[in-house]
């Protein structure tokens, strides 16, 4: 993984109970040669798919946050992801903001509103283990400020901004497979079918 931190959460993802402690943050993926014409010898992802976790290797479909096939819990989920990620992606220089990008794009994809304390996804803040209280505050703190930003009374319709992102969908083999998102532009997309990538750090672990 690259920048990260530990968060404790307490989802229901269509019926489905997610809860406990979690690396959150950047995922570094490098190219096996060669590296496609345009494109940096590694790409940063996050994560879109909380059920799943990530497998090696991975085989994944490029196609982007816009395809009909991308569904989510809450409204435009896949829209709302990529805004985070174009939009903070490039500013995070610490694990609490990664983390925080992390949580909030959690919160887009899964629930309709940016409170991160109710709904189908929750961040803990208090008696977490792996984290202070403190720290879990900061990444709750700076989480609401993306999403803050988010759900702005400046966006369309005054309600939220979407854009586009790169989607990798991953393929579901035996359970295995995470679903991740980064932010090639929509019309580089096809380059990624070009090469292969292996993940630096092969799962989203979570600590026992």
Not at 14 to 37: F, H, K, R
Not at 113 to 128: D, E, H, Q
Not at 146 to 155: D, E, H, I, K, V
Request: proline share 5%; hydrophobic share 40%; aromatic share 10%.
């Amino acid at each position: 993984m690259g920048l990260r931190d530990i968060v404790t959460i307490d989802a229901n993802v269509n019926g489905q109970v997610v809860s406990g402690s979690y690396y959150a943050g950047e995922i570094t993926w490098d190219w096996l040669a060669p590296v496609p014409s345009g494109f940096a010898p590694s790409i940063t992802t996050y994560c879109v798919d909380i059920l799943h976790e990530l497998t090696d290797p991975q085989t994944v479909n490029v196609s982007t946050t816009n395809d009909p096939a991308m569904t989510t819990p809450a409204t435009d989920g896949g829209g709302k992801a990529a805004w985070l990620l174009n939009s903070f992606g490039g500013t995070v220089t610490t694990g609490i903001q990664a983390a925080a990008l992390q949580v909030a794009i959690w919160e887009a994809l899964y629930d309709n509103t940016p409170n991160l304390a109710t709904g189908s996804f929750k961040l803990l803040t208090t008696g977490v283990p792996y984290t202070t209280d403190a720290e879990a505050q900061a990444i709750f703190n700076q989480a609401t400020s993306y999403l803050g930003q988010l759900f702005s009374s400046n966006a369309p319709n005054h309600l939220y901004y979407t854009s586009v992102a790169a989607w990798l969908d991953a393929t579901k083999t035996n359970g295995g497979g995470q679903d991740q998102i980064t932010t090639p532009e929509p019309t580089s997309v096809a380059l990624l079918g070009m090469g292969a990538l292996v993940a630096r750090f092969s799962r989203r672990r979570r600590q026992s």
